[in-house]
């Protein structure tokens, strides 16, 4: 089967011009203009629309254990949510449990995703333990094409290592070419003062966001690019959502370090007031690191514009209003932490980037598809239209109005963080490795499609 995408304008991370683009198979064979239509079995028309490639997060949670609860959107669900807001390649976690083997972590994590999974996922493993075989199992991992791990300085007992272990990770990485993610916060310090809330009866949503201050953010990112500075190793930080914490990224950048982060939409259009709804509502708002107060946003928009920042990931990680967040309805700690976000982040990245002139369109696909390929080792087999990449592409209509809404989204959740965002811009048409998976807001894919993805180490963002 071979299509030809006519008449449409190409956007890639350094160039946008019209062009026609010819997929074999598989593949992209082809990008240029004038391909005649004889070429190809299938014609699409991209009249006025922008080609551009699929969508990349690298920061999702599905099917996810969490305080006693499971993330609501399994692979299959949570692929197809994805693929209904033009993210063709996702990078999930796996969690290697204390004194299990990494190996084993994964092994669940493809049955999780086998038979399930509608585009093309990766791994990223989370590291709790490096005793015994830790460093060979991070070895082995990469030899498996999981090119990067997550670990944790919050959630003390639970997930959190210390700077021994971030140290030896870290180390291990500078001579495996992996990529170290951390979640950046100072969780020590957080359940101090988690303990004091809860002492003085401080028990609604709100006091998650109160009890996580940036401070604790900007010390851990702090703490953790000095590790690696030390280890001579890249590192990234995870859902970044201060000014004080970016501060110290761009310092570190600034410097020549291989500093990276990333932020997601919540950070960059929400603040501190939604955890302040009535009737617990503000319970749909508990994630962390927690929502910050409205002067944080125009900096981290500022951060993407000015690379600060380099990628857009969602860390989609829903649990329903309903059964699941009402978990803490008596206690905040207890609320299940995360939010739903999979489908909407090209959409709101559009429409509150481009349309209102803080980004580039250039910029818009770096973030939220070049850039990750890059950073994660999928470049340039994903994250750029240029023969021989996979067909992993979109159609992008820049005229659709779309308002976002729990009624009409395709996430297994109960609400929305944007319920009632009104956009412009919205895919049109989704192919994933030359398949067309979603046309017109009808889905043409099928559970189980979407494969592994073995990334490279020494992505090349940093080389
Ligand atoms: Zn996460």
Excluded at 189 to 217: F, N, Q, W
Excluded at 394 to 409: E, G, K, R
Aim: hydrophobic letters at 40%; glycine letters at 10%; proline letters at 5%.
């Amino acid at each position: 089967m071979s299509t030809l995408i006519r008449n449409g304008t190409v956007v890639n991370a350094d160039a946008t011009f019209p062009a026609d683009i010819l997929v074999e198979g598989e593949k992209i064979k082809e990008v240029r203009a004038g391909i005649p239509e004889t070429a190809a079995t299938r014609v699409l028309d991209a009249t006025g629309l922008l080609v551009m490639p699929g969508g990349i997060d690298a920061h999702t949670h599905l099917d996810m254990p969490f305080g006693g609860t499971t993330s609501s959107d399994d692979f299959e669900t949570g692929t197809r949510a994805a693929a209904f807001g033009g993210t063709t390649t996702i990078v999930d976690f796996a969690i290697q449990p204390r004194g299990t083997r990494m190996r084993d972590a994964l092994d669940t994590w493809w049955k999780k995703a086998d038979g399930k999974a509608q585009i093309d996922y990766g791994l990223h493993m989370i590291v709790t333990d490096l005793g015994g075989a830790g460093l060979e199992d991070m070895d082995d991992m990469v030899r498996e094409g999981v090119a990067s791990f997550k670990l944790f300085m919050a959630y003390p007992n639970v997930l959190m290592v210390d700077d021994a272990t971030i140290f030896r990770a870290l180390s291990q990485t500078a001579k495996n070419g992996a990529l170290v993610c951390m979640h950046a916060e100072n969780g020590s310090v957080i359940d101090v003062i988690v303990a004091r809330a809860l002492a003085e009866g401080k028990t609604a949503p709100i006091y998650h966001a109160l009890t996580r201050p940036t401070t604790a953010e900007a010390e851990a990112v702090h703490r953790a690019i000095a590790l690696a500075e030390i280890a001579r190793a890249p590192v990234y930080i995870v859902h970044l959502s201060s000014e004080d914490a970016l501060n110290e990224v761009r310092e570190a950048r600034d410097r020549g370090l291989p500093a990276f982060a990333e932020t997601c939409p919540q950070y960059l259009l929400l603040s501190i007031e939604e955890l302040d709804r009535p009737n617990f509502e503000g319970a749909k708002y508990v994630f962390t690191p927690p929502l910050r107060e409205k002067k944080n946003l125009p900096k981290l928009w500022d951060g993407l514009k000015h690379d600060h920042l380099q990628v857009v990931s969602t860390d989609h990680c829903p649990f329903c209003f309903e059964d699941q967040k009402a978990l803490g309805k008596s206690d905040f700690t207890k609320i299940p932490n995360g939010g739903p976000g999979i489908e909407n982040r090209l959409q709101l990245i559009y429409h509150h980037g481009v349309n209102q002139g803080k980004l580039t369109l250039n910029r818009f696909v770096e973030l939220v598809s070049t850039a990750p390929a890059r950073i994660f080792g999928m470049f340039p087999r994903k994250g750029v239209l240029a023969a021989g990449s996979d067909a992993d592409i979109i159609l992008w209509d820049p005229a659709a109005d779309h308002t976002i809404s729990a009624q009409t989204h395709h996430m297994r959740v109960d609400y929305s963080m944007f319920e009632g965002f009104r956009v412009k811009g919205n895919v049109r048409t989704v192919m994933s490795c030359g398949e067309v998976i979603l046309d017109g807001g009808v889905f043409l894919g099928k559970a189980g499609r979407g494969r592994f993805l073995k990334r490279q180490a020494r992505g090349g963002a940093w080389t």
